[in-house]
């Protein structure tokens, strides 16, 4: 099984540039989440989904929009990409419906923005 | 707000003594709490877990433990080995589809 795969792994932005950042779940999986990584700061959740078609922000939302089309994928688009937006993203994705279960991440995406 | 806290950046312990990292959180409504390790440019695996409705679990070397009067939870890891050495992150759920993390522990064994 590939469970969480996230792509690209690495990408470098000038500022003011658009990307999107995609994230894949072989689980069938109801829940979605899109996570940050600062030094110092831990993960923090941007955006999750608790099924397809569904999004809700989480505590870091700002600059960030996601969509949920298909229930394996989960996007996370940068419109306008800022300095600020330099990190480490991960995805993770949980079949939902039980509160007592873990959430499944991807490697992470190395975002760089200059 | 850190709701969820983990005071020690960072640990080093001798190969075979017991690792303790230790996670305090604000929220009372968290009722599940879980550990998750992490190495050098990958995701987060789950490590253990456990219920607000116990105190204790166990799974191999690893014992979580949960005070929830002091809402503190640590994680005992007896004996460590260097393949133990990581970043562990404390993480809690509330009610709601949230789960909230810690800043991180760099545990380093030292063999």
């Known amino acids: 099984n590939a469970g969480v795969t996230q792509t690209p792994k690495f990408r470098v932005l000038k500022t003011g540039q658009s990307m999107t950042l995609l994230c894949a779940q072989d689980?069938?999986?109801?829940?979605m989440y899109w996570y940050r990584q600062d030094p110092g700061m831990g993960l923090r959740l941007i955006h999750y989904?608790?099924?397809?078609?569904?999004?809700a922000k989480g505590e870091v939302p700002d600059g960030y929009n996601v969509s949920r089309l298909k229930k394996q994928n989960f996007l996370l688009g940068l419109e306008s990409a800022a300095p600020s937006q330099t990190s480490v993203y991960f995805c993770a994705s949980e079949p939902g419906g039980d509160p007592n279960t873990e959430a499944f991440f991807g490697q992470g995406t190395r975002l760089t923005v200059v | 707000d850190q709701q969820v806290k983990q005071n020690s950046p960072s640990l080093s312990v001798q190969e075979g003594r017991i690792s303790i990292l230790n996670c305090d959180y604000t929220?009372?409504?968290?009722?599940?709490f879980l550990w998750y390790k992490k190495y050098p440019a990958e995701g987060p695996t789950f490590l253990i877990s456990i219920s607000s409705i116990k105190d204790k679990n166990e799974d191999g070397r690893f014992t979580v433990f949960l005070n929830k009067s002091a809402k503190h939870l640590s994680l005992h890891i007896v004996p460590s080995q260097p393949g133990d050495s990581a970043v562990y992150f404390c993480?809690?759920?509330?009610?709601?589809?949230?789960?909230?993390f810690g800043t991180g522990t760099s545990l380093t064994v030292i063999p």
């Open positions: 989904s608790v099924g397809e078609g569904t999004t």
């Open positions: 929220n009372s409504m968290f009722d599940y």
């Open positions: 993480a809690a759920r509330d009610t709601g589809n949230q789960f909230y």
């Open positions: 689980m069938n999986h109801e829940y």
